[in-house]
């Protein structure tokens, strides 16, 4: 059986035609699954009783179930949901004084491997699927009776590794009748993987790009980053470049400051001469150190000239608040590691 909160309108409103049901009951199926959000077919009052028996033959409606939930001194939580094949994925709800933002996960695992990033430590079990991205959104909603105003895309996993999964995702939160997360809320994070960039910018939505760069020269990125070796830099700016002339959005490179590994002043006026004259901002993030790896974060005043030095070389770029690192929930701390001390402890509403 087909879970209902996996399908695209699209995809529904085909897949009732074929059964001889008329379209515009999509409409009213996505109304009542994100609009309602009632718990089953059954409360979906004003949809006729053979179409109701139709779709409860042919689809289900199960939630994932919340295996833990953690919450930090700033106000994010994580949560873990566990997989009908009892994997166990992040899930992350940030609160920032404009909104409300979900980080979701897109694969069990990473392939992609970067020296510096717990997610990767595993190697990708297996793609989730467009309902299983779909109930981590529903299910913090659920939880916590939040209105979601964001969705950042930077979970465990390379999201352009399941383009289509992610794709689909994205239209199913971003549909009129449904969530309706506006599409510049929305942000893709992808390690740099060139031929899925290039298709990204044939779609017409106005999703936010995300490019993690964290190196201002080949030789430091394909230490980090082993994605590198297969698409270098060159290769990687020619396709954001590309990416930017079609779609004429501004797109972000993320840069991970790691102490004395890319963190100097000369590495901020390298940045900025690869950057220069691109539309495009820079958004710093002081490492957060993972026990497995010996990289360390950079000091704060140190982070704080790196910055500077680039708004100085005319390269627009924020240095971000870490959130949620007292739980494990920061950027590359994803890796579904669980606290014996919190496995029990039942979820609860604050
Ligand atoms: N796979 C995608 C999206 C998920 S990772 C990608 O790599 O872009 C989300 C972001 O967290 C990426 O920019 C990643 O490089 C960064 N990240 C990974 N490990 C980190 C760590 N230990 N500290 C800070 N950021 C980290
Ligand atoms: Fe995968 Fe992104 Fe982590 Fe690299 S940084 S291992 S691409 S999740």
């Known amino acids: 059986m087909r879970n209902l909160y996996g399908e695209t309108i699209e995809n529904l409103k085909q897949q009732l035609i074929d059964a001889g049901f008329k379209a515009y009951h999509a409409r009213q199926i ?4 994100y609009k309602h959000q009632v718990q089953n077919i059954e409360q979906m009052a004003n949809i006729g009783k053979t179409l109701r028996q139709y779709l409860k033959t042919h689809y289900t409606m199960t939630a994932l179930p919340v295996f833990t939930r953690q919450c930090g001194q700033d106000g994010t939580c994580k949560y873990l949901f566990k997989l009908h094949d009892e994997h166990l994925i992040e899930t992350v709800l940030m609160r920032h004084d404009y909104g409300k933002s979900l980080c979701i996960t897109t694969q069990v695992g990473c392939n992609i491997g970067c020296a510096f990033c717990a997610s990767g430590l595993q190697k990708r079990i297996r793609n989730l699927t467009p309902a299983e991205m779909v109930l981590q959104v529903m299910g913090v909603i659920a939880h916590e009776a939040v209105t979601l105003t964001h969705i950042v895309i930077m979970g465990t996993g390379e999201p352009f590794d399941n383009f289509d999964n992610v794709m689909d995702f994205i239209d199913i939160v971003n549909a009129p009748y449904g969530l309706e997360i506006g599409a510049r809320h929305i942000t893709v994070s992808t390690s740099g993987i060139v031929p899925k960039i290039l298709a990204f910018a044939e779609r017409p939505k106005q999703v936010n790009l995300a490019i993690s ?13 082993k994605i590198n070796d297969v698409w270098p830099i060159e290769t990687l700016l020619d396709s954001v470049k590309t990416y930017i002339e079609k779609t004429g959005r501004r797109v972000t490179f993320e840069y991970i400051l790691m102490r004395g590994v890319n963190d100097s002043l000369q590495h901020a006026d390298a940045l900025s001469d690869l950057l220069r004259g691109m539309n495009a901002y820079v958004n710093l993030i002081r490492y957060n150190a993972i026990d497995e790896f010996s990289f360390k974060s950079t000091p704060h005043d140190r982070a704080k000239a790196f910055h500077d030095r680039l708004l100085k070389r005319g390269i627009q770029a924020t240095l971000r608040r870490e959130m949620g690192a007292d739980i494990d929930a920061a950027c590359g701390q994803l890796r579904a590691k669980t606290d014996p001390n919190v496995k029990d402890r039942p979820s609860r509403k604050d």
Do not use: D, G
Request: overall charge positive; cysteine-free; charged content about 20%.
């Open 30 to 33: 996505f109304e009542w699954l």
């Open 213 to 225: 760069l964290h190196a201002p020269n080949n030789t430091i990125r394909s230490r980090l980053m």
